[in-house]
């Protein structure tokens, strides 16, 4: 349930019915930054809260489901610009049709998940700060430098889910501290690389509206953010079924594992198992890795390292 604060009425209110099956959680899913995000939560009753900074300033807004239609409410100035983006957040733009399964797994997973859409945010630097937090380090070492940076620096969402949290703007990323980056466990390039973004936020968030390729080179065009912090940003931002990951410690060797049972494979084996689906890479690994199909654990996990001891 949401917290004591009284629950006042929404603001605003929409209801959208979405042509074909939609999962929520599937889809809304990779919004959330591990299970203590500040800025998004799932709720006893199915309904999801996300706490977002627009254009027109931080908003609320909660999803639920009602039948066969989606019931959203919102509240603060951001939240007519949530409400307007609602389709396209849950996936109104994916276009599910030109999908062809390739291998017998990969069509076994797309026939049970038919609610699966790529979500589409709209807003970059709400993607690319927590993708940037996860470079080489273990999730539950970035989802700690998220929650504890929200929890800090962030500023109580509107509305009645006193949980939630929405993240700085610009500028509030560019003035944190080095103390209190140390304090939250990112090192000093990821901290840097961050702060260089939310410098040059008004150009990035261009990039949400822009085409796969020149959106990519945008973003890589800050020092730090590479290819494999591109795409996990432009997955959310703009949706992109195209951009599949690279240089991810794991994928390459799931995607391997479970289209060919052979162990090992590499960025480059794996975009050869991929290319058939040229144009909806990521689509087919998001497939792949709700198929389940993983490579037996050979090695301890990564331990959490403390850069404040450092």
């Not at 990821?190 to 260089?196: D, K, L």
Request: proline share 9%; net charge positive; glycine share 10%.
């Amino acid at each position: 349930m949401p917290g004591a604060r009284p629950a006042p009425a929404p603001e605003r209110g929409r209801r959208w019915t979405p042509e074909g099956p939609l999962d929520l959680g599937l889809t809304l899913g990779p919004l959330r930054r591990g299970p203590g995000d500040p800025a998004f939560r799932v709720e006893a009753d199915g309904s999801v809260w996300r706490a977002s900074r627009t254009p027109a300033g931080p908003g609320t807004l909660r999803i639920a489901r009602s039948g066969g239609e989606v019931v959203a409410e919102a509240w603060g100035p951001g939240g007519s610009w949530l409400l307007d983006g609602l389709p396209t957040l849950l996936g109104a733009d994916d276009d599910v049709s030109v999908f062809a399964p390739r291998h017998r797994l990969v069509h076994e997973a797309h026939r049970r998940n038919p609610g699966l859409r790529l979500a589409r945010t709209r807003l970059v630097l709400e993607s690319l700060i927590p993708s940037i937090l996860e470079q080489k380090v273990t999730s539950d070492e970035a989802y700690r430098g998220w929650r504890l940076l929200l929890q800090r620096f962030g500023e109580p969402a509107p509305g009645p889910n006193d949980r939630l949290r929405v993240m700085p703007d610009a500028r509030g990323w560019a003035l944190v501290p080095s103390w209190e980056w140390h304090r939250a466990g990112v090192d000093a390039k990821r901290s840097a690389t961050i702060v260089r973004a939310a410098r040059a936020a008004r150009r990035l968030e261009e990039a949400a509206a822009m085409e796969l390729a020149a959106a990519s080179t945008r973003l890589q065009a800050i020092p730090g953010i590479g290819p494999w912090t591109a795409a996990e940003t432009l997955q959310r931002s703009n949706g992109c079924p195209d951009a599949i990951t690279v240089g991810d410690l794991h994928l390459p060797r799931i995607v391997g594992y479970a289209l060919t049972g052979q162990r090992g494979a590499d960025d480059a084996t794996m975009l050869e198992l991929l290319a058939p689906y040229a144009g909806q890479r990521h689509r087919a690994a998001r497939l792949v890795l709700l198929s389940g199909r993983v490579p037996p654990r050979r090695a301890p996990r990564f331990s959490v390292r403390d850069f404040r001891a450092m």
